[in-house]
């Protein structure tokens, strides 16, 4: 499934498009973190905005999704071994980006990933102001205010016993 054909997401809360405000388009990737010995999933607790989600990013020229979606959790959290469990649905979402202050219209790959080892690099300060990732089980996810792009991948992720 290509991208043009996936699911759309419109975000209808603080994050709704903005009018008058054209769409930047971007090809980006969400990658879902599992520690396979805990079974919690990492997310992102926002410190700018009151968002909670997986992993996210622009795919730069020359990356592959793949490699754009690895880039993103180590520069994001640090973590930097990850074994490669599933290709996920590609989905599109339309929202408002506050940090960046522009109207996205963001075409995502997306992966699930599992923690070879907990071994991490140190993130950036700039980063690590603007996120905390924190470990969430199964029923806290539930509970967890995640976009709706997110939540899609989180319940094709169950559904599908992954």
């Not at 754009?68 to 339309?94: D, H, I, S």
């Not at 202050?101 to 140190?122: C, G, I, K, T, Y």
Request: hydrophobic share 35%.
């Amino acid at each position: 499934m290509s991208t043009s054909d996936s699911p759309l997401f419109t975000a209808t809360d603080d994050d709704a498009p903005r009018r008058g405000l054209p769409f930047v388009e971007r090809n980006a990737v969400t990658a879902i973190v599992r520690d396979p010995h805990v079974h919690r999933y990492l997310i992102l607790r926002w410190n700018t905005v009151d968002w909670h989600t997986f992993v996210t990013g622009g795919i730069e020229d020359g990356q592959t999704p793949e490699q754009a979606a690895r880039a993103e959790v180590r520069q994001e959290t640090g973590y930097k071994n990850l074994r490669l469990v599933a290709n996920l649905p590609p989905y599109q979402a339309k929202f408002y980006h506050t940090p960046k202050r522009v109207n996205r219209h963001a075409h995502f790959r997306s992966f699930l990933f599992e923690l070879e080892n907990s071994l991490r690099d140190p993130i950036a300060p700039e980063e690590a102001a603007l996120h905390e990732g924190i470990w969430l089980n199964d029923i806290a996810i539930q509970a967890c205010p995640l976009n709706e792009g997110h939540r899609f991948l989180y319940e094709h992720i169950i559904s599908n016993s992954l």
